[in-house]
T-cell receptor, first 110, second 114 residues
Framework: EDQVTQSPEALRLQEGESSSLNCSYT??????LFWYRQDPGKGPEFLFT?????EEKEKERLKATLTKKESFLHITAPKPEDSATYLC???????????WGAGTKLIIKP | DVKVTQSSRYLVKRTGEKVFLECVQD?????MFWYRQDPGLGLRLIYF???????EKGDIPEGYSVSREKKERFSLILESASTNQTSMYLC?????????????FGEGSRLTVL
């Protein structure tokens, strides 16, 4: 069964303390892996798409990486405004619809 | 900027009422989606549409129906609301052919059914 698991559920960091969020997936052939950011009371906002193992994408303090089993969202020297829930979704070759993880709630304390 | 607008941010309805959630996008996207989001669960797909007049069931269509009479508008209908339909409802659109691709979401409609 196709599945996406995100860990940890929640992560509290001090401002400037770098860390990583994990998205593990099991799908029968990966078509693409997506990262979104969601602020409280708002809809998710697209961040990155990764298509093949070894691929990396960067945006400001965020870098997403992909292996054959998981993706990491690395956050370097985070600021309080990076606080949000980060969602991972996977699209399999066999099913064009997205399979979503439950998200990681990131809190950055000043 | 792509804008996806959901008509109601917050709604409170009674059990058995008919509920309409409307969604409009302004970027001429072919694809539109309705998801619901509940704490601790990933987004779950209710219905989607890849073309006007076309609709397809997602993973949890029971208790819901949709309408897409115009390309820019995709409505979600709860024929007879129940308490287990209390949730955040998210509408999204995308341009990619053959799949969701990069999704653009609305701000969500938080529905409470009493």
């Amino acid at each position: 069964e196709d599945q996406v698991t995100q860990s940890p559920e929640a992560l509290r960091l001090q401002e400037g303390e770098s860390s990583s969020l994990n998205c593990s997936y099991t799908v029968s052939g990966l078509r693409g892996l997506f990262w979104y950011r969601q602020d409280p009371g708002k809809g998710p906002e697209f961040l990155f798409t990764l298509y093949s193992a070894g691929e990396e994408k960067e945006k400001e303090r965020l870098k997403a990486t992909l292996t054959k089993k998981e993706s990491f969202l690395h956050i370097t020297a985070p600021k309080p405004e990076d606080s949000a829930t980060y969602l991972c979704a996977v699209q399999a070759n066999s099913n064009y619809q997205l399979i979503w993880g439950a998200g990681t709630k990131l809190i950055i304390k000043p | 900027d792509v804008k996806v607008t959901q008509s109601s941010r917050y709604l409170v309805k009674r059990t058995g009422e008919k509920v309409f959630l409307e969604c409009v996008q302004d970027m001429d996207h072919e694809n539109m989606f309705w998801y619901r989001q509940d704490p601790g669960l990933g987004l779950r797909l209710i219905y989607f549409s890849y073309d006007v007049k076309m609709k397809e069931k997602g993973d949890i269509p029971e208790g819901y129906s949709v309408s897409r009479e115009k390309k820019e508008r995709f409505s979600l209908i709860l024929e007879s609301a129940s308490t287990n339909q209390t949730s955040m409802y998210l509408c999204a659109s995308s341009l990619e052919t053959g799949g969701p691709g990069e999704l653009f979401f609305g701000e969500g409609s938080r529905l409470t059914v009493l």
